[in-house]
């Protein structure tokens, strides 16, 4: 098929496809004829499914994306201003967790909620490594903490503002201040040439946590971990990423062992307008 078929008994000439092209590769030239594709579409197309969504009739199939393949959205589901906002300002970082695994299919559905997350030109970057050993896991902790005291002796000063010094005195004492104890870690990482990468993986990781309450999990941006990640070789053996790729967020994932009963105050938001 060409890049796409649109079903002329089904299609109502609306031009709404047309519309929402992000790349501007549709064009319905006669209201008696049906949308078609402008000269060159195929090698512009990005596959963002936006034709397909958006048509209220199902009437376009892309060559890759069937309208039957898409579910339809849920208006019933769909959250007002109030659920929303409670949403949103319910989320917490979890840093206390459960002592007992998650199993393997419901980490697989979380990532698979977050692969649904936006990411520029629609390219798909993100990839995902989980360390889901507890042994493995605390062996890549221990070389965030050589990272540290790496970083306390040859860059003080950004060592004293991170607080590594404390990190490391907990680890010393038996308290895992970089992971938490968490279970499992999840890493986002991408390709280093990719200008997309980084950014989208932030995206991702952003959904991963948004959506984990709804599995019944918690989690929690590793920061340090990333950032051990991004710069101490031991630490990037270790985590054995593709070569030429990096790690662009790491999230502590495991079960929460509380739960939080209200919705903490935040500053004003600090806004200009032009």
Known sequence: MSLFEVNPDKCNRDGICVDECPIKIIELKDKKLVPVPVAGA??????????????????????????????????????????????????????????????????????????????????????????????????QIGMVVDWMRYMIKEQPEMAAAMHMELVVGAWEFGID?????????????????????????????????????????????GGFFSAAAMFWPPLQKALGLPEGNACYGAAMVGYPKYKYQRLPMRNTPQVTWI
């Open 42 to 139: 195929d090698e512009l197309c990005i596959n963002c499914g936006h034709c397909v969504a958006v048509c209220p009739t199902a009437a376009l199939s892309h060559k890759y994306l069937a309208p039957e393949q898409c579910p339809p959205v849920k208006k019933e589901w769909l959250e007002d201003a109030a659920r929303a906002e409670h949403f949103l300002r319910s989320r917490r970082s979890v840093r206390t967790y459960k002592k007992e695994a998650v199993d393997r299919d419901t980490l697989s559905k979380l990532i698979e909620i977050a692969s649904y997350a936006p990411s520029g030109h629609n390219t798909q970057p993100v990839r995902w490594h989980v360390i889901y050993d507890s042994g493995e896991l605390r062996r």
């Open 177 to 221: 201040v970089v992971c938490r104890d968490a279970p499992h870690v999840i890493v986002a990482h991408g390709l280093q040439a990719d200008m997309t990468a980084q950014t989208a993986c932030t995206i991702a990781m952003t959904y991963l946590e948004l959506a984990a309450p709804s599995l019944g999990l918690g989690t929690c941006w």
